[in-house]
């Protein structure tokens, strides 16, 4: 139990580290790629250690498959970055929205199937912070569609309704403003 609470403790000031202000209005392509890009790395540590949250053997298959979609989708946002900082065309930028909407779209029911199968408060937090991943991969989604990529998919509202709950007010906050957002948009 010990050695699960240091796990969410380091993930969650690893989440902590994850937001910063980006100033108020709408946030532009070239800026959401940023903060995307300086996510990435410690999204990816957090994708490889979230199956090591919980003791909970359902949880461990759910966190499992979390990890998978997490540790396989990222790369590709990783690459579709990389192509739209090289060549900057409205098609790259489509293509960067695409992979993150399916990962947004791939990731939020599978925390909302964790938060199901919660049974002790450290389970909780572990849902928690996958939840913040999840809902600040959302944000990516929503930030690109406001500016411009046709290929950005709106997360279900009844989905990011729920991970706001789970991930928490002050989450959702944070979120907002880095992407430009209101916390409307984030389920508030």
């Given at each position: ?7 969410v ?5 690893v989440?902590g ?19 995307i890009e300086?996510?990435l790395p410690?999204d990816?540590?957090l994708a490889a250690?979230?199956?090591k ?9 759910v ?6 979609i997490a540790g396989t989708?990222?790369p590709?946002?990783q ?9 900057k065309t409205?098609?790259?930028?489509n ?8 990962l947004?779209?791939?990731l ?7 938060n199901?199968?919660?049974?002790t ?8 912070v996958?939840a913040?991943l999840?809902l600040?991969?959302?944000?990516w989604?929503i ?5 411009g ?8 509202q009844?989905?990011?309704?729920e991970?706001?709950k789970?991930?928490g007010r002050d989450q959702?906050?944070?979120?907002a403003?880095?992407?430009g957002?209101t916390?409307e948009?984030l389920?508030l």
């Amino acid at each position: 139990m010990k050695q699960a609470y240091s796990v969410v403790m380091s993930l969650l000031l690893v989440m902590g580290l994850l937001t910063f202000s980006t100033g108020c209005g709408k946030v532009t392509a070239p800026q959401v790629i940023s903060i995307i890009e300086s996510q990435l790395p410690a999204d990816l540590t957090l994708a490889a250690n979230i199956a090591k949250l919980t003791g909970n053997s359902q949880l461990v298959a759910v966190f499992n498959q979390i990890s998978t979609i997490a540790g396989t989708d990222l790369p590709l946002v990783q690459a579709a970055v990389a192509a739209y900082k090289a060549n900057k065309t409205t098609g790259n930028l489509n293509a960067l929205a695409a992979a993150v909407s399916t990962l947004a779209n791939t990731l939020t029911p599978q925390v909302l199937a964790a938060n199901r199968l919660v049974s002790t408060n450290a389970e909780a937090i572990a849902v928690a912070v996958v939840a913040g991943l999840s809902l600040a991969i959302n944000g990516w989604a929503i930030a690109l569609a406001n500016a411009g990529a046709k290929t950005a998919q709106l997360p279900n509202q009844n989905d990011l309704r729920e991970l706001a709950k789970i991930a928490g007010r002050d989450q959702v906050e944070r979120v907002a403003i880095v992407y430009g957002v209101t916390p409307e948009q984030l389920g508030l």
